[in-house]
């Protein structure tokens, strides 16, 4: 048998021949060998919002290795299939490529599918023809994945239901729910309700985002970065002063967080 070390590393069956070789009973790795797809899916969730750092981070080296590594979960769970004999890579590969000429029949379509506009939302209703298909009876709400973030699958479960018109007429009603929520929240004093509560403003949040055109992973993971930048900037400016945020007071770092306020206006 060919050693992988030995085979072409551009190559994706050389890939597909390391996740071989690490499965392999007697000679693979003894972790990947205790491995399965539900202990695989939280990297592979991880590895893809790595992905979406590094494009929000503009780093394109980084950008490259991460999508190394989400390449590597496809090629990992399709090895776990293949063991299973369920399906194989290569079915993995014809599924989205039959999926992808399927949904662009502008592109890869005779000459009069070709030449016809597409569509405005032609994608979307593809998607939902397809899973209309394949669904048994099932809600319209219930194709949206429950393993995507939080606030994501708010927003998608707001946007299926709003296809068939349960939805707030104008964005000032999405202000008003959101107004009522807060009100609700803070009227609140049992915990396990005040959680309850506090999902119910999240969730009109997500749902005011949507309105907006905002996706609300994107703005929550910019405003992070701006915490973590602007506290840095008072890590810094304490430092310069022989002093630290244990050292401080909150009005000493109020000030220098107003301070970084300021400067990034600039």
């Keep these: 048998m060919t050693n992988p070390a030995d085979l072409d590393p551009r190559q994706v069956a050389t890939l597909r021949a390391i996740m071989a070789a690490l499965r392999m009973p007697g000679t693979g790795c003894p972790w990947d060998l205790e491995q399965n797809f539900a202990t695989i899916a939280p990297y592979t969730i991880e590895e893809a919002y790595e992905v979406a750092d590094a494009i929000a981070r503009n780093d394109r080296s980084d950008l490259c290795e991460e999508l190394g590594d989400l390449l590597l979960q496809v090629v990992y769970h399709a090895q776990l299939a293949a063991e ?48 209309k298909d394949n669904a048994n009876g099932s809600g319209l709400l219930d194709g949206v994945p429950v393993a995507l973030p939080a606030m994501t699958r708010a927003v998608k479960l707001q946007a299926k239901a709003a296809k068939v018109g349960f939805d707030w007429p104008s964005i000032d009603f999405v202000y008003d729910k959101m107004n009522e929520e807060i009100a ?42 701006k915490f973590l930048r602007r ?36």
């Design 84 to 131: 299973e004999k369920s399906f194989a890579f290569d079915d993995v590969v014809e599924s989205i490529c039959r999926k992808m000429i399927r949904r662009h029949p502008h592109v890869f379509g005779d000459e009069k599918a070709r030449s016809a506009k597409l569509a405005k939302g032609f994608w979307e209703e593809m998607k939902a023809r397809e899973k």
């Design 184 to 225: 609700e929240l803070q009227d609140e004093t049992v915990p396990e309700k005040q959680a309850a509560e506090y999902g119910d403003l999240l969730f009109a949040m997500a749902n005011l985002g949507r309105h907006l055109g905002i996706d609300p992973e994107s703005a929550v993971r910019t405003a992070n970065e």
């Design 231 to 266: 506290f840095r900037h008072i890590e810094d400016a304490l430092a310069k002063r022989g002093s630290s945020p244990e050292k401080s007071t909150l009005a000493e770092m109020d000030a220098l967080w107003d301070e970084a306020k300021a400067l990034e206006r600039r």
